[in-house]
T-cell receptor, first 111, second 114 residues
Framework: GEDVEQSLFLSVREGDSSVINCTYT??????LYWYKQEPGAGLQLLTY?????DMKQDQRLTVLLNKKDKHLSLRIADTQTGDSAIYFC???????????FGTGTRLTVIP | KAGVTQTPRYLIKTRGQQVTLSCSPI?????VSWYQQTPGQGLQFLFE???????NKGNFPGRFSGRQFSNSRSEMNVSTLELGDSALYLC?????????????FGSGTQLSVL
């Protein structure tokens, strides 16, 4: 199928790590992205990973990619209340600029 | 550097009307893509414009159309509005290379069809 899948909800306590998971569909996807959406706002690009990489770290963010299982994850270290938002993974297919987005995971950070 | 600007921020229309949404990309970006976001269907790609030409198109009916001007600004038009067209319409810009670019999104236009 064409669906990029994510779990819908995640709650964590402030200061803990958050792990958001995503399963994508196209083995030919060359870039995979994580976007953040806060209420009433557009999408903010957080990070991305090239398909020939297994891991990418960017400050508090760590992206892990398992190409064999088509599994992507985003780990947020030391999660803060300001991290509460909806997180979308997205894949580009066939080298085009149109992205296929997951359903989004609503992260709630409990103080 | 200014981000992607979309106008208007909110729109209310009635069924059967038509609507035009506007998007100004980041300076220097030549590609503009449009996405529809609804609670039921999530984020779906509408189309992409580059150098005033539609380069990619999603699976939307012909009532959805767009265009791009020589300054890379883009408009999208929806004719004969239906209740199901109520959505957040997001515009994204990128430099314009062929694929796998970082897309930068605007805040969107929230369209309500009554």
């Amino acid at each position: 199928g064409e669906d990029v899948e994510q779990s819908l909800f995640l709650s964590v306590r402030e200061g803990d790590s958050s792990v958001i998971n995503c399963t994508y569909t196209d083995s030919s996807s060359t870039y995979l992205y994580w976007y953040k959406q806060e209420p009433g706002a557009g999408l903010q690009l957080l990070t991305y990973i090239f398909s020939n990489m297994d891991m990418k770290q960017d400050q508090r963010l760590t992206v892990l990619l398992n190409k064999k299982d088509k599994h992507l994850s985003l780990r947020i270290a030391d999660t803060q209340t300001g991290d509460s938002a909806i997180y979308f993974c997205a894949e580009s297919r066939m080298g085009a600029n149109n992205l296929f987005f997951g359903t989004g995971t609503r992260l709630t950070v409990i103080p | 550097k200014a981000g992607v600007t979309q106008t208007p921020r909110y729109l209310i229309k009635t069924r059967g009307q038509q609507v035009t949404l506007s998007c100004s990309p980041i300076s220097g970006h030549r590609s503009v893509s449009w996405y529809q976001q609804t609670p039921g269907q999530g984020l779906q790609f509408l189309f992409e414009y580059f150098s005033e030409t539609q380069r990619n198109k999603g699976n939307f009916p012909g009532r959805f159309s767009g265009r791009q001007f020589s300054n890379s600004r883009s408009e999208m038009n929806v004719s004969t509005l239906e209740l199901g067209d109520s959505a957040l319409y997001l515009c994204a810009s990128s430099l314009g290379g062929q694929g796998n670019e970082k897309l930068f999104f605007g805040s969107g236009t929230q369209l309500s069809v009554l």
